[in-house]
T-cell receptor, first 114, second 115 residues
C-alpha cells in the first residue's frame, strides 16, 4: 500500500462527457503528480502541483484541468471526452518537489470512453 | 527534451535465466536514474536508483549501473524468478531542473518469467 488513494477505480462513460478523478496523497506529501498510462504511450506526465500551486505542466490537453486543494487532495477534470482518452490515470505524490526521485503511485483510475 | 528508450515489448525468460533489460537515456542535464516496477493491478513503485555516474542501484537481486559514457542504465539479474514478472520502467530526473523534478519514463518492458 503506497498510501496514495485514488477514486474511482473504474469509470465508464460516453464521448462528450466530463469526469472528475480524485486523489488523496500520502500523509504529509506536498507534491501531487498526474500521469496517463496507455498501451502505446507508456507513462505520460500530465501535470504537477506543489502545496496548492501548479509547478509543472506536461502533455496535458486543454480539455483537461487539475487543481490541488488546501487539504492537499487533488482532482483531475477531463471534459469533452473522446475515445482516445480511454486510459489508466495515475496520481502520485512525493514528500518535497520529488528531488529524491521517489514518487508514490496510487492504484490508478481506469477510464473507458465508449 | 529528455528521453528514455528501453527494451520494448515483452521479455520471456524461464525461471533461473539471466536477464538484461536495456535502457538508454538522452538529456542535456546531469540526471539521476531509476527503475520502477509495476505489478498487475498496482501503480508503479520505485525499484532501484542511482544518483550519479558509476553508482550501482541494487534491489532484490537486480542491479543497474549508471554509465555516463554510454548514457545507459541497463537492468540486470543473474537468475530471475516467477515472482519477478511485472512491467519495468526506466526513468530519469534531470538534476538541474529548476526545482521541478519530473521523472521521464520509458515505455515499459513487460517481464514474464515462465516456471
Amino acid at each position: 500500500d503506497s498510501g496514495v488513494t485514488q477514486t474511482p477505480k473504474h469509470l465508464i462513460t460516453a464521448t462528450g462527457q466530463r469526469v472528475t478523478l480524485r486523489c488523496s496523497p500520502r500523509s504529509g506529501d506536498l507534491s501531487v503528480y498526474w500521469y496517463q498510462q496507455s498501451l502505446d504511450q507508456g507513462l505520460q506526465f500530465l501535470i504537477q502541483y506543489y502545496n496548492g500551486e501548479e509547478r509543472a505542466k506536461g502533455n496535458i490537453l486543454e480539455r483537461f484541468s487539475a487543481q490541488q486543494f488546501p487539504d492537499l487532495h487533488s482532482e483531475l477534470n477531463l471534459s469533452s471526452l473522446e475515445l482516445g482518452d480511454s486510459a489508466l490515470y495515475f496520481c502520485a505524490s512525493s514528500a518535497s518537489g520529488g528531488s529524491t526521485g521517489e514518487l508514490f503511485f496510487g492504484e490508478g483510475s481506469r477510464l473507458t470512453v465508449l | 527534451g529528455d528521453s528514455v528508450v528501453q527494451t520494448e515489448g515483452q521479455v520471456l525468460p524461464s525461471e533461473g535465466d539471466s536477464l538484461i533489460v536495456n535502457c538508454s537515456y538522452e538529456t542535456t542535464q546531469y540526471p539521476s536514474l531509476f527503475w520502477y516496477v509495476q505489478y498487475p493491478g498496482e501503480g508503479p513503485q520505485l525499484h532501484l536508483k542511482a544518483m550519479k555516474a558509476n553508482d550501482k542501484g541494487r534491489n532484490k537481486g537486480f542491479e543497474a549501473m549508471y554509465r555516463k559514457e554510454t548514457t545507459s542504465f541497463h537492468l540486470e539479474k543473474d537468475s530471475v524468478q516467477e515472482s519477478d514478472s511485472a512491467v519495468y520502467f526506466c526513468a530519469l530526473i534531470p538534476n538541474a531542473s529548476g526545482g521541478s523534478y519530473i521523472p521521464t519514463f520509458g515505455r515499459g518492458t513487460s517481464l514474464i518469467v515462465h516456471p
